[in-house]
């Protein structure tokens, strides 16, 4: 029997909780353990993914691995099919990134943040891994309560206020999810996925719609959908780069594939209007998030209200729900976490340079550090969707399902908000090379050590590569976007008795 | 009205004035503690939600008939995070306070707003 979907929780719980015991031994093996325990995750991840794509590729769906023997619906089991393996892979790769970062720039007496970081890769893929709603809210909420420690753990002004705001916010969506799962559960008598899937067309209509509703509104909250994305700026605007880095570019998709899995494979789909409400919602986010990205005056905010655009188009082609739009949604996760955590880190490394990360402090650092900031343009290039980079590839993707599912209106908004982000990336271009240094800062975040270029540079190439050499990836993207839609392979792996993790 | 209908009930008035709390509250304290409401009204509605026998439950119409186990499980699991979520919430009060000086977070808001327009920002001391 092979554990490696309960390795994948399992490790970085361990080296989250073993990493104060380590501290005894030596104070500097510390980040020797950090960094040991976002490779051996990466290992579980990419066993995982291939895993799951073999099983796929063999016609066998979905792995089902049950905790303790089990079988479902009666135990909990853990469920992999390459969405969730894509998320888990997702995460490690953006872990092994930021921590990379980090050991150039986070103080190495800040050993909280390495727990921290564990901790959030442990909720992440959880999230990715579980097959029943309950554990899906713990891993959720673990995920929050890490990124609650992240926001804050340099205790600025700022982030205290943003991670107070954030905390609210996050319990109330907790809150909104209880309710959910109170709901179906009272509905339907159970809480696995697989068997909500079977039992929820039976169940009385208004209790589903409400738990619906319910659960689209949490995850909303959780990933920043205008009008609930109000904590968002904040909360990844302050905290140190590698952080906002962590939260912008990883943390916010374990919602987003929990409101993918919930509204795509339990309840089949999205008619019954849930559909238009997500396209509703994600075009709002793009065009919102698009126009209060060009009036910020601070790097980093501008960064955030990015991200509210940029998960805007994940959520609009979820709420399309053809094969094509949940693959653009899926395919434009992986590239999001590529282009805004390279955006993060090169800003960390621009805006520790020039002191601030006010938009008018930091003209001519381009000259201080050419190659971060061709990082820099070469992310802005791809998250705009200039041609030769990837985020071409996935929003053509999207503005391409969006038409054929005849939805014009949402489908033209996706070239706009191209048209709005262009502007002010090209602005932050134009001021990094040619703009005056008007004001001198105090920040106190270090400079970063000149190996941060290395994860900056990797993911700049990487957002270049993703773009070019396009096919793998997007299919990849499209073996998620099966696995997320056909609901009825999913209950026959949990529940038929289908094939189990070995 | 059955007890569990009551119960529903009283977890609406619960949330309801939590949400109103934390939509309408300056304090920082009072909106953690409106937090909490809307997290008991929650946990209120799964005990109920436990409580009620509906079919197929075992024992469900006999002499034997008991609470569901399942939704209590949830809510336990419920309550540990909600007590640390607001154990959390409390310790960055004290952090705001020694900062700010004031819980007011119209006060804090304008401080924030001023620090994004003008000043640079500084560090807290630990503690």
């Given at each position: 029997m092979n554990h490696l979907p309960a390795l994948l929780v399992v490790v970085p719980l361990f080296f989250a909780m073993a990493a104060p015991l380590v501290d005894i031994i030596h104070i500097g093996l510390r980040r020797f353990w950090a960094f040991a325990g976002v490779l051996l995750h990466l290992a579980v991840a990419a066993g995982l993914y291939r895993a799951a794509a073999a099983a796929a590729a063999g016609g066998i769906g979905p792995l089902v691995y049950p905790l303790g023997g089990w079988p479902a619906p009666y135990g909990i089991s853990l469920v992999v099919d390459r969405a969730g393996a894509l998320l888990g892979l997702v995460t490690a790769l953006g872990a092994l990134i930021a921590q990379i970062y980090s050991l150039a720039s986070i103080h190495a007496r800040d050993g909280k943040y390495y727990v921290l970081v564990e901790l959030l890769v442990a909720g992440m893929s959880g999230v990715a891994v579980s097959g029943d709603v309950f554990s899906l809210y713990v891993f959720l909420e673990l995920v929050a309560s890490a990124t609650y420690g992240l926001v804050t753990f340099e205790r600025t002004r700022y982030s205290l206020e943003a991670g107070f705001r954030y905390m609210t916010f996050g319990a109330l969506s907790g809150t909104l999810m209880l309710f959910a799962i109170m709901l179906v559960y009272r509905s339907c008598?159970?809480?696995s996925m697989a068997h909500l899937a079977v039992l929820l067309p039976a169940a009385p209509r208004p209790a589903a719609l409400a738990a619906l509703v319910l659960f689209v509104v949490g995850f909303g909250l959780r990933a920043g959908l205008v009008p609930l994305h109000t904590w968002l700026p904040d909360a990844h605007g302050s905290g140190p780069s590698a952080v906002s880095a962590l939260l912008s570019g990883v943390s916010i998709k374990a919602s987003v594939y929990a409101l993918a899995r919930i509204v795509l494979t339990v309840y089949h789909?999205?008619?019954?209007?849930v559909g238009d409400a997500l396209v509703v919602l994600g075009g709002l986010s793009i065009v919102v998030g698009h126009l209060m990205a060009l009036r910020q005056t601070h790097l980093k905010r501008l960064l955030a209200y990015s991200t509210v655009a940029q998960v805007g188009y994940i959520v609009m082609g979820i709420g399309l729900g053809t094969r094509e739009g949940v693959a653009a949604a899926a395919f434009h996760v992986a590239n999001h976490a590529v282009m805004k955590t390279g955006l993060f880190l090169s800003a960390g490394i621009l805006g520790a340079l020039a002191g601030t990360f006010k938009i008018r402090g930091i003209g001519r650092t381009a000259l201080m550090a050419p190659y971060t900031t061709i990082s820099f343009i070469a992310c802005s290039l791809a998250i705009i969707g200039?041609?030769?980079?990837?985020?071409f590839v996935s929003k053509w993707q999207l503005v391409d399902a969006a038409y054929s599912a005849g939805r014009y209106l949402a489908g033209s908004l996706v070239p706009v908000g191209t048209v709005i982000s262009a502007v002010y990336y090209f602005r932050l271009a134009g001021i990094l090379i040619f703009g005056a240094h008007r004001e001198h800062g105090l920040i106190h975040e270090p400079v970063p050590r000149a190996f941060a270029l290395v994860p900056v540079a990797a993911l700049a190439l990487a957002s270049w590569a993703m773009g070019i050499f396009y096919s793998g990836p997007l299919a990849a993207a499209f073996g998620a976007a099966d696995d997320l839609l056909n609901a009825e392979r999913y209950v026959r792996a949990v529940l038929g008795g289908g094939a189990l993790f070995q | 009205m059955t007890v569990v209908t009551a119960a529903y009930l009283a977890a609406a008035a619960v949330f309801c004035v939590g949400l109103y709390g934390i939509m309408t509250k300056r304090n920082l304290i009072r909106i953690t503690m409106s937090v909490s409401f809307i997290e008991s009204a929650a946990l209120l509605a799964l005990v109920a939600s436990g409580y009620e026998a509906f079919g197929?439950?075992?024992?469900?119409?006999?002499?034997?008939a008991c609470a569901d186990p399942v939704p209590h499980a949830l809510a336990l699991t419920g309550i540990v995070i909600g007590v640390s979520t607001t154990a959390l919430a409390l310790s960055l009060i004290i952090k705001l306070y020694k900062n700010y000086h004031t819980l007011d977070v119209a006060d804090i808001k304008d401080a924030r707003r001023r620090w994004l327009n003008e000043e640079p920002e500084g560090r807290v001391g630990a503690g």
């Open positions: 008598g159970t809480l789909g999205v008619d019954s209007g200039v041609p030769p980079f990837a985020g | 197929g439950r075992p024992g469900a119409g006999t002499e034997m």
